[in-house]
């Protein structure tokens, strides 16, 4: 499972004055300011310029790293999302008991990480999706596809043990554990906050997600 890396172009010198910074540490901190500020401000009403401030570079630092901002979108996404799904994975290959269990933790390493300032990143790119179609393009198949496939691979585990009943479209039923978890992570960030009829609980959600899951999934 590889996510790309070429969206971060290393520099052949850090900038002359200030701390110097090796290149391959450069571009992270860089996306990693920007993160903050897309996440906080909007992609739009964000500078790179502001970013530079933020990562306590110089302006024109981030454009040797970044074409545009797209591109710094692009390695925002990685530099959020690709460590946590690489973990993820390592752990789904490496899990040793039943499959409720591997399911109930992977739902928890991704509720861990939409409640850490990294999770705003699934609202950005949402929000952000339909006036950079590249940018969504990149994250679908770079990131969404292979955060399904933890999924599809629970499931197909599950199914060969004998403990979920047999699922005639494992692709789709994937789709189905993913998104919702996603979506409450939108909704965490957006209505809960003004939404008075239902205050904002995940736990409640997310054990009430796992036990219809789990129920449906029983052989």
Same mark, same amino acid.
């Given at each position: 499972? $590889?996510?790309?890396?070429?969206?971060?172009?290393?520099?052949?010198s850090a900038?002359? $004055?200030? #701390?110097? #910074?090796?290149p391959e540490?450069?571009?992270?901190?860089?996306? !990693?300011? =920007?993160?903050?500020?897309?996440?906080?401000?909007?992609?739009? =009403?964000?500078? @790179? /310029? &502001?970013? %530079? !401030?933020? %990562?306590?570079?110089?302006?024109?630092? *981030?454009?040797?790293?970044?074409?545009?901002?797209?591109?710094?979108?692009?390695?925002?996404?990685?530099?959020?999302?690709?460590?946590? @799904?690489?973990?993820?994975?390592?752990? +789904?290959?490496?899990?040793?008991? *039943?499959?409720?269990?591997? @399911?109930?933790?992977?739902?928890?390493?991704?509720?861990?990480? %939409?409640?850490?300032?990294?999770?705003? +990143?699934?609202?950005?790119?949402?929000? /952000?999706?339909?006036?950079?179609?590249?940018?969504?393009?990149?994250?679908?198949?770079?990131?969404?596809?292979? $955060?399904?496939?933890?999924?599809?691979?629970?499931? #197909?585990?599950?199914? =060969?043990? $004998?403990?979920? !009943?047999?699922? &005639?479209?494992?692709?789709?039923? =994937?789709?189905?554990?993913?998104?919702? @978890?996603?979506?409450?992570?939108?909704?965490?960030?957006?209505?809960?906050?003004?939404?008075?009829?239902l205050p904002?609980?995940? &736990?409640?959600?997310?054990? %009430?997600?796992? &036990?219809?899951?789990?129920?449906?999934? #029983? *052989?």
């Amino acid at each position: 499972m $590889g996510t790309d890396h070429s969206v971060i172009s290393e520099p052949s010198s850090a900038e002359s $004055g200030g #701390r110097t #910074r090796r290149p391959e540490v450069r571009g992270p901190e860089i996306a !990693r300011a =920007a993160l903050d500020l897309f996440v906080t401000k909007g992609f739009a =009403a964000t500078k @790179l /310029e &502001d970013v %530079a !401030r933020a %990562a306590g570079v110089s302006k024109g630092l *981030p454009y040797l790293y970044f074409k545009n901002k797209e591109e710094l979108f692009k390695a925002v996404i990685v530099e959020a999302i690709g460590e946590p @799904l690489l973990r993820a994975n390592d752990m +789904v290959d490496a899990f040793d008991g *039943p499959t409720t269990d591997l @399911l109930r933790e992977l739902v928890a390493k991704f509720r861990e990480f %939409a409640e850490s300032p990294l999770g705003g +990143v699934i609202k950005l790119i949402l929000a /952000e999706a339909g006036n950079f179609p590249d940018v969504a393009r990149f994250y679908c198949s770079n990131f969404d596809l292979h $955060g399904r496939e933890l999924f599809a691979k629970v499931l #197909r585990r599950g199914i =060969a043990r $004998g403990e979920f !009943r047999p699922v &005639d479209d494992i692709e789709m039923s =994937a789709i189905l554990l993913a998104q919702p @978890l996603a979506m409450h992570s939108v909704w965490l960030r957006s209505l809960a906050p003004h939404d008075e009829s239902l205050p904002a609980d995940s &736990d409640r959600f997310y054990e %009430a997600y796992l &036990d219809f899951v789990l129920r449906g999934l #029983r *052989p």
